[in-house]
């Protein structure tokens, strides 16, 4: 099965973080936010807006030895 591209959910800007005891915050370093989808057509690594972007990550998209990555489908994101 070809899984398909989901669109990420998108940080907010604010000025000021909210204040209280049940909030936690993480501080955004710019980058480029990578969707990894591993399925039966191979890797492919997909922009935040679904741009296939496999042939710059060649390296990285490149079978990775079947005793490191055992699943034969799965979505990656990271940002």
Known sequence: MRLKF??????ELFETPPE????SHEI???GYRTQV?????GIRMLTKN???WTAR??????EPP????RASSSK???S
């Not at 990550?57 to 490149?62: D, I, N, Q, S």
């Not at 079947?66 to 990555?69: C, D, G, H, N, Y």
């Open 28 to 30: 955004k370093f710019d």
């Open 37 to 41: 989808i591993k399925d039966e057509d």
């Open 66 to 69: 079947r005793s490191r990555l």
């Open 20 to 23: 209280g005891d049940d909030w």
């Open 6 to 11: 989901v669109r990420p959910m998108e940080p």
């Open 50 to 52: 679904g741009f296939d």
């Open 57 to 62: 990550y060649r390296y990285l998209a490149e």
């Open 76 to 78: 990656v994101k990271q």
